[in-house]
């Protein structure tokens, strides 16, 4: 139990902070005031450019972007900003209706946070909204045309940020996917790649469904990704080991190539209409329908079947993984009685036999 519990800290980087004062922990009414008051962010378009969550926020997201199954769902994350750093310290769930591929906060939603603020002021809890989470059940952490005009709207009550996490390639995966972005002004132009990738996992079009591709680069150079770390205080590591306590056996028994069998059907489905895309624009170019066209498009079309490949081999790779893992534990913890029941059985032969013969 506890290897698997270090396994999981060590695979989503979380460290340990100060034991004796969890220093990330220590709000600062006055020095935030301050910083708000002086707003370096309307100098800098990319003055964040850090994320720091801690593990039970973390969990807490994961958790909730896991209930909804296919349904994008939403909540807002509490904390404080401390340099170019914003520092998420608790995340919350909020009472709102998503689809397969949107969700948005109503006037309700908002009236709701309002009222939870208050409510965590008066019980002592201090810190502000530092940001919004969402999911994107199975294609990827990148913003969409939705999720950039909701962040603008919400990045004037600055500092604000925009969290994205995949439930099902956490699962897949064995670590949390996740990205955290921040939109530009509308006036601003970004320098062409100055803004980096997209997606928080910078693999672009083979781990993004087809479906999703065109707004997945439409929208790319209206907002950019931040790093992500994750943090642990001693009452986080109490918890932790409350819900390790709690949930091993069924996290040891769980196998993703069950749980998540929906997401690896919906893969291998995309990966077959990506690969007869491409031999469809391959055999358009045969014909002489391109006359003109020279080694760039062809260098293209090459660049764009080696994505296909490499989406192929991490589809392989991730279910390669699963059996192994239940490989594993199959002959771990089959036949286990059996086998005690034949060492038994085998005692009480050679007794028998030693009887008779005496």
Same mark, same amino acid.
């Given at each position: 139990?506890?290897?698997?519990?270090?396994?999981?800290?060590?695979?989503?980087?979380? @460290?340990?902070?100060?034991?004796? *004062?969890? %220093?990330?922990?220590?709000?600062?009414?006055?020095?935030?005031?301050?910083?708000?008051?002086?707003?370096?962010? *309307?100098?800098?378009?990319?003055?964040?450019?850090?994320?720091?969550?801690?593990?039970?926020?973390?969990?807490?997201?994961?958790?909730?972007?896991?209930?909804?199954?296919?349904?994008?769902?939403?909540?807002?994350?509490?904390?404080?900003?401390?340099?170019?750093?914003?520092?998420?310290?608790? %995340? #919350?769930? /909020?009472?709102?209706?998503?689809?397969?591929?949107?969700? $948005?906060?109503?006037?309700?939603?908002?009236?709701?946070?309002?009222?939870?603020?208050?409510?965590?002021?008066?019980?002592?809890?201090?810190?502000?909204?530092?940001?919004?989470?969402?999911?994107?059940?199975?294609?990827?952490?990148?913003?969409?045309?939705?999720?950039?005009?909701?962040?603008?709207?919400?990045?004037?009550?600055?500092?604000?940020?925009?969290?994205? #996490?995949?439930?099902?390639?956490?699962?897949?995966?064995?670590?949390?996917?996740?990205?955290?972005?921040?939109?530009?002004?509308?006036?601003?132009?970004?320098?062409?790649?100055? $803004?980096?990738?997209?997606?928080?996992?910078?693999?672009?079009?083979?781990?993004?469904?087809?479906?999703?591709?065109?707004?997945?680069?439409?929208?790319?150079?209206?907002?950019?990704?931040?790093? #992500?770390?994750?943090?642990?205080?001693?009452?986080? %590591?109490?918890?932790?080991?409350?819900?390790?306590? @709690?949930?091993?056996?069924?996290? /040891?028994?769980?196998?993703?190539?069950?749980?998540?069998?929906?997401?690896?059907? @919906?893969?291998?489905?995309?990966?077959?209409? @990506?690969?007869?895309?491409?031999?469809?624009? *391959?055999?358009?170019?045969?014909?002489?329908?391109?006359?003109?066209?020279?080694?760039?498009? *062809?260098?293209?079309?090459?660049?764009? /079947?080696?994505?296909?490949?490499?989406?192929?081999?991490?589809? %392989?790779?991730?279910?390669?993984?699963?059996?192994?893992?239940?490989?594993?534990?199959?002959?771990?913890? $089959?036949?286990?009685?059996?086998?005690?029941?034949?060492?038994?059985?085998?005692?009480?032969?050679?007794?028998?036999?030693?009887? $008779?013969?005496?």
């Amino acid at each position: 139990m506890a290897t698997a519990q270090t396994t999981w800290e060590l695979e989503n980087a979380i @460290k340990l902070t100060d034991p004796h *004062r969890d %220093a990330l922990y220590n709000y600062d009414p006055e020095a935030q005031k301050a910083e708000n008051e002086a707003r370096p962010w *309307r100098q800098d378009p990319h003055y964040f450019k850090h994320v720091r969550i801690s593990a039970v926020a973390l969990l807490k997201m994961v958790m909730h972007a896991r209930s909804g199954g296919s349904i994008e769902i939403m909540g807002i994350m509490q904390g404080y900003t401390t340099g170019d750093t914003f520092i998420v310290t608790d %995340a #919350v769930r /909020l009472p709102v209706e998503g689809t397969e591929t949107r969700v $948005n906060a109503q006037a309700e939603a908002s009236e709701y946070v309002v009222q939870y603020l208050e409510r965590s002021r008066q019980a002592g809890q201090l810190e502000n909204a530092v940001g919004w989470y969402h999911s994107h059940p199975g294609y990827g952490c990148w913003l969409s045309g939705i999720d950039v005009s909701t962040q603008m709207l919400q990045q004037y009550q600055d500092p604000f940020c925009a969290i994205v #996490v995949d439930p099902d390639r956490t699962i897949s995966a064995g670590k949390v996917e996740i990205g955290a972005f921040r939109t530009f002004p509308q006036d601003y132009k970004p320098e062409k790649g100055a $803004n980096g990738e997209a997606g928080a996992d910078g693999e672009g079009f083979e781990t993004i469904p087809l479906g999703k591709i065109e707004d997945f680069g439409a929208h790319a150079d209206r907002y950019y990704s931040m790093s #992500v770390s994750h943090f642990k205080s001693t009452l986080d %590591a109490k918890l932790l080991e409350a819900l390790w306590e @709690k949930y091993w056996v069924g996290t /040891l028994s769980a196998s993703p190539l069950f749980s998540n069998r929906e997401y690896g059907t @919906k893969q291998m489905t995309d990966l077959a209409l @990506k690969i007869g895309q491409h031999e469809k624009s *391959r055999d358009s170019g045969r014909g002489g329908a391109f006359p003109t066209m020279g080694l760039g498009k *062809r260098d293209q079309k090459d660049e764009q /079947l080696a994505k296909i490949v490499r989406a192929g081999d991490k589809i %392989a790779a991730e279910e390669e993984a699963g059996l192994m893992a239940s490989e594993i534990k199959r002959r771990l913890f $089959n036949g286990i009685g059996t086998v005690a029941l034949e060492q038994t059985q085998l005692q009480d032969g050679e007794i028998v036999m030693t009887e $008779n013969g005496a």
